[in-house]
């Protein structure tokens, strides 16, 4: 047992030193450190030394630690979770920074939810549980795994504290030794964060990429997720590939196999809307052109999965240069998938004539943009030495190989 011992705490003033993190969890899931926490759930992380001397008055020292870094992980696992679910799981921060979102998660168990016939999911790779509570809300039944024993752990205490212990199993063991043949589906997490930062090499996940699509092959339904930025080479025909964004942010790709998909196509969804673009197959190359009346800037995921070809169709449009993922077009189009704007000017790059031009039209507020170019948006706001009533966006880019500036403003507004 661990110094921190759930029962006989080691007194106000316990001895520091390194703490047994197992022993140090259950101690946070005891009445004192349940309390402890709930006290901490709204305090500056700013005051931690003041609040930490306060309570080492009347509580262990490595409880009170064990509290204070938890309340600092639920802080932070808001953005993911929300606010009323962060404040009753439990995190690492490995767990915190590798969780899926709730809104992504939702998303992918209602997608399995919606096929009929997916009723069990062995989620390989669970972590702190993010995918697997999304799944058991989905009313799926989810055998959760993890090898590392704290992460499996946590997993385990945040389906008891939201109510789904009845629906997700948490087994602690390597996920190359589970036997997937019992469930519907399979999900794959890889973790995709070692020792040294992200990795990027598909084959230097844990597990690697290659077992976990044999993984997904041999099971009559599967969905892996993968770094967005993978590259298509190494996605593969049997998959169908989609990414995800969610208030314009890319979260991540997500290879879907079985029954109810399409292998060999690409898909963007867009979250929260959940607006979703599909090609069958790869795209021909979209033409290129000048700049017309119209820019518009596709969202992430639609780049990402190689639909701006697409978008192109639809609006009538062409590129702005084979290389740039801005589309333009003379007559306006909208959609889920870009961001309209309205471009009035158009000059080569250079700051002088854009600082003349934006005080000319009394520009207080510039948004920047940039595709294909070097500049500092934050240091080109600065030499601009903004001053005036009106705004206006700058994209800097490159026109036919040209470093150009367009300036201009979002349609309708
Ligand atoms: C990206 S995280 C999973 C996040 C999870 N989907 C969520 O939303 O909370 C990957 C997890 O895989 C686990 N892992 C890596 N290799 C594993 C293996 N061979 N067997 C079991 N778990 C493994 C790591 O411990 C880590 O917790």
């Not at 500056?44 to 930490?52: I, K, N, Q």
């Not at 995190?91 to 899926?100: I, L, S, Y």
């Not at 600065?382 to 349609?411: D, N, Q, Y």
């Amino acid at each position: 047992m661990g110094r921190v011992n759930a029962t006989t705490p080691t007194g106000p003033a316990g001895p520091a030193g390194p703490t047994d993190p197992l022993a140090a969890f259950a101690a946070l899931r005891t009445p004192e450190g349940a309390e402890l926490l709930a006290g901490l759930r709204d305090h500056d992380p700013a005051r931690e030394l003041a609040t930490a001397t306060r309570l080492r008055r009347s509580h262990p020292a490595d409880l009170v630690s064990a509290a204070l870094g938890q309340a600092r992980l639920r802080q932070r696992a808001v953005a993911k979770f929300g606010a009323e679910d962060a404040h009753r799981m439990f995190f690492t921060p490995n767990g915190v920074e590798q969780a899926t979102r709730t809104s992504v998660a939702t998303y992918r168990a209602e997608r399995f939810a919606r096929l009929g016939g997916v009723r069990s999911v062995a989620d390989l790779c669970c972590g702190i549980g993010g995918d697997a509570i999304a799944l058991a809300r989905a009313g799926i039944r989810v055998l959760a795994v993890d090898r590392d024993p704290l992460t499996a752990e946590v997993a385990r205490a945040n389906a008891a504290a939201l109510g789904l212990a009845g629906l997700i199993e948490v087994r602690c063991a390597d996920v190359t030794e589970i036997d997937t043949s019992p469930y519907d589906a399979v999900f794959v997490d890889p973790a995709r964060r070692g020792g040294r930062g992200r990795i990027f090499d598909p084959e230097a996940y844990s597990p690697p990429l290659s077992w976990a699509t044999a993984a997904a092959l041999k099971a009559p339904r599967a969905a892996l997720k993968i770094a967005p930025g993978v590259p298509h080479e190494a996605i593969g025909p049997r998959a169908e590939a989609e990414w995800i964004s969610d208030g314009g942010d890319v979260k991540e790709a997500v290879l879907w196999f079985g029954e109810g998909f399409a292998p060999g196509s690409f898909r963007a969804t867009l979250l929260p809307s959940a607006a979703t673009l599909v090609a069958a197959a790869p795209l021909p190359a979209p033409p290129v052109g000048p700049v017309a009346r119209y820019l518009y800037e596709p969202d992430g995921a639609v780049i990402r999965a190689h639909l701006v070809a697409d978008i192109v169709e639809r609006c009538g449009g062409w590129l702005i240069d084979e290389t740039i993922a801005y589309v333009t077009s003379e007559t306006p189009y909208e959609s889920p998938y870009t961001t309209a704007y309205e471009i009035t000017d158009r000059l080569p790059f250079g700051m002088k004539k854009l600082k003349a031009l934006l005080r000319e039209r009394e520009v207080g507020v510039l948004t920047v943009k940039k595709r294909g170019s070097a500049v500092e948006p934050e240091e080109l706001r600065r030499r601009m030495k903004l001053r005036g009533p009106h705004s206006a966006t700058v994209f800097l880019t490159r026109v036919a190989g040209a470093p150009t500036m367009l300036i201009g403003h979002p349609v309708g507004r």
